[in-house]
């Protein structure tokens, strides 16, 4: 198995319909908490699940890949 743990990046928007029910970010917190493994998850209030949540925090997830690659 994988012995490396990559730190993970979640950005969260905190008015997703589909956070309750379906996303359940706590979940992965406690996941990740439980196997030691370094998750940043970053809430974002007054944002869904749009296009443009997505736009707006691209450029961070792409500069957490690229230094992940040692890039």
């Known amino acids: 198995g994988a012995t490396e743990r990559l730190p993970l990046l979640v950005d969260q928007g905190e008015s997703d319909n589909f956070l309750a029910e379906q996303l359940k970010p706590e979940a ?3 996941a ?3 196997a030691g493994h370094p998750l940043t998850l970053r ?3 007054g944002y869904d699940h749009s296009y443009y ?3 707006s925090f691209i450029d ?3 500069r957490h890949h690229a230094a992940a690659l040692g890039l």
Do not use: S, V
């Open 60 to 62: 961070d997830h792409l």
């Open 53 to 55: 949540f997505i736009a």
């Open 32 to 34: 990740a908490a439980a």
């Open 43 to 45: 809430r974002q209030p």
């Open 28 to 30: 992965l917190e406690a």
